[in-house]
Each structure stands twice: as C-alpha cells, then as structure tokens.
C-alpha cells in the first residue's frame, strides 16, 4: 500500500470535517463527501477534493473512513460507496455504533474488506486539534496502513484487540461514554440546583477548582452554563442517542444503569424544548420542566 494512500472520508460533520482538514493537512490525499454537499464543499480550500456520491469518493481510495452519527447512517454510506470499492480497502469506521459493530462487520467479511473498528473519543474541539483518542481494534497486519492516520487526527490510539469484529472497541466506547454522560448531568444538576437555592454559582466553581472534584470537563461545561453559550461541540441529541445504545448494551449484559436511563430522559426533555442541536451542556434546561 502507498506511503500515502488516498482517503476517502464520508461524514464531514462536527468530527468528521477536521478529521478530513487533519488529514489532508498531514499530507495525505483527501476525498471527502457528506449527505449535505455544503458541508464537504467547505473543506475544499484546505486541500480536500468533494465528492458528489460515495461511490466517488471511494473510487480508488486505499483507506476508507466513516465518520458518521450512527450505525444506519454508516451502513448506508457504505452500501452506497460499494460500486465504488476496491477488493483491498481497509475501511476504517470512527462512528459511536454500540452493539451494531457486530453488523458492520459482517457487512465488510461480506464484501472482503479489511475492517478496522476506531470509534473516537472526543467533541469538536479536541478534533480540530488533532487531539482525539482512537480506540482501535483491528488485524495487526493493518496497523502500520492506519496509524499514520490515526497519529494525524488524535493525541493517543489505544488499541484493545487484535479482531475488529469482536466489538472490542465499540463497547469500551459505550463505557467511556457512560462517565462522559454522567459528568455532563452532574454539572448540569448541581448547577441547576444552585440556581433553585440561590446559591452563587461563582462559588459553586470556586469551590470545585483545584481540588480532587475537579476536571477539565466540569470546566468546560460549568462555563458554558454559566455563560448560556451552548455551542456545539457534541449536541443533546446525539448524546441522547448515545445514551440509548449504552443501555441497550447494558440490557443485553444484564446490568441496570438507572442514572444513565434516567440522564436519558433529561436529554430526552431537552431537545422536546428545543435545545436537541445545542451542546449536551443544555441538558441543564431539563431541570426546570414539570
């Protein structure tokens, strides 16, 4: 394979837009195409060619890589592109799918694909940065081919198996977003609180700063609150939707998550508010309905 192989990247948003500029900046050769043209047509002063279907977008690419909200959207994307494949891909998906790995990858022993399974940790920030941790599970054959790229778009791989169709990956995914989930609810709640008690919440932070309770994640979202910015780095629904796969993962494994289901429902009331594209952050407006 190419020291620089070309690379087709489909989902240009919140992540998979500077994914693509991280890539095309790295010096690789960058494809990229999203369902709303718009969005992949913004990359390409940064060097990435736009694609008008998947299947051109993969046309001759070595690497493929999905970078899209859900499961479906990445099964279609990649039926879509199948005309389009080579025998030799490596298809690289970066999405949060949960227990719908196991179907992916059929899909690509199906079509004889090399599958690499590396959903991603991290919001828009940490993805313009190139600062993202890739949690991969993949044939160690095809870790030299995809670190190159994982080394462009993240600060940290963390491979966790050698077979991407265990599922591996995508479930240390769902557990890592179980605390992520639960960070963001327990700064939305104490702040909310705050505010029905009439506690300053200056003090609350204060309080919280440089001490063992404190993270960058209270950082980030107690500020955002505070501020009433709620520009999205990961929005209430796809948290929401997120917070459904967990479950129905922990429903097959046996394990009851009550404050996960229950920080579901408040996403859940978020976005019936009007707040389902904000960042997760305005989970804290689910404190103040019926």
Same mark, same amino acid.
């Given at each position: 394979?190419?020291?620089?192989?070309?690379?087709?990247?489909?989902?240009?948003?919140?992540?998979? !837009?500077?994914?693509?500029?991280?890539?095309? $900046?790295?010096?690789?050769?960058?494809?990229?195409?999203?369902?709303?043209?718009?969005?992949?047509?913004?990359?390409?002063?940064?060097?990435?060619?736009?694609?008008?279907?998947?299947?051109?977008?993969?046309? /001759?690419?070595?690497?493929?890589?999905?970078?899209?909200?859900?499961?479906?959207?990445?099964?279609?994307?990649?039926?879509?592109?199948?005309? /389009?494949?080579?025998?030799?891909?490596?298809?690289? @998906?970066?999405?949060?799918? *949960?227990?719908?790995?196991?179907?992916?990858?059929?899909?690509?022993?199906?079509? /004889?694909?090399?599958?690499?399974?590396?959903?991603?940790?991290?919001?828009?920030?940490?993805?313009?940065?190139?600062?993202?941790?890739?949690?991969?599970?993949? %044939?160690? !054959?095809?870790? *030299?081919?995809? @670190?190159?790229?994982?080394?462009?778009?993240?600060?940290?791989?963390?491979?966790?198996?050698?077979?991407?169709?265990?599922?591996?990956?995508?479930?240390?995914?769902?557990?890592?977003?179980?605390?992520?989930?639960?960070?963001?609810?327990?700064?939305?709640?104490?702040?909310?609180?705050?505010?029905?008690?009439?506690?300053?919440?200056?003090?609350?932070?204060?309080?919280?700063?440089?001490?063992?309770?404190?993270?960058?994640?209270? @950082?980030?979202?107690?500020?955002?609150?505070?501020?009433? %910015?709620?520009?999205?780095?990961?929005?209430?629904?796809?948290?929401?939707?997120?917070?459904?796969?967990?479950?129905? !993962?922990?429903?097959?494994? *046996?394990?009851?998550?009550?404050?996960?289901?229950?920080?579901? @429902?408040?996403? $859940?009331?978020?976005?019936?508010? /009007?707040?389902?594209?904000?960042?997760?952050?305005?989970?804290?407006? !689910?404190?103040?309905?019926?």
């Amino acid at each position: 394979m190419d020291a620089t192989p070309t690379i087709a990247v489909l989902g240009t948003g919140i992540i998979g !837009a500077p994914v693509a500029r991280n890539l095309a $900046a790295a010096g690789f050769d960058v494809r990229a195409w999203n369902r709303t043209r718009d969005k992949a047509a913004a990359l390409a002063p940064h060097g990435v060619r736009v694609a008008g279907t998947p299947a051109e977008a993969v046309a /001759g690419a070595k690497i493929v890589l999905t970078v899209l909200k859900d499961a479906p959207a990445v099964l279609a994307a990649v039926t879509a592109a199948a005309p /389009g494949l080579a025998h030799d891909v490596v298809w690289v @998906q970066l999405s949060t799918v *949960g227990e719908a790995v196991d179907e992916l990858a059929a899909f690509a022993a199906e079509r /004889g694909l090399t599958f690499v399974d590396a959903p991603v940790l991290g919001t828009r920030q940490p993805a313009e940065q190139g600062q993202l941790v890739v949690l991969a599970a993949g %044939d160690p !054959a095809v870790r *030299g081919v995809v @670190q190159p790229l994982f080394d462009a778009i993240g600060k940290k791989t963390v491979w966790v198996a050698d077979d991407a169709g265990s599922g591996s990956a995508s479930r240390l995914k769902l557990v890592l977003n179980t605390w992520v989930l639960a960070l963001n609810h327990g700064v939305g709640e104490a702040l909310a609180l705050a505010k029905g008690l009439g506690v300053d919440p200056a003090h609350f932070v204060d309080a919280v700063t440089g001490g063992p309770l404190d993270n960058g994640y209270f @950082q980030t979202k107690s500020a955002a609150i505070r501020a009433g %910015d709620y520009t999205t780095a990961f929005s209430v629904d796809n948290a929401e939707k997120d917070a459904r796969l967990v479950l129905a !993962a922990a429903e097959h494994a *046996g394990v009851r998550l009550d404050a996960t289901a229950a920080g579901a @429902q408040r996403l $859940a009331r978020a976005s019936a508010l /009007g707040h389902g594209d904000d960042d997760m952050a305005a989970g804290y407006f !689910a404190s103040f309905t019926g």
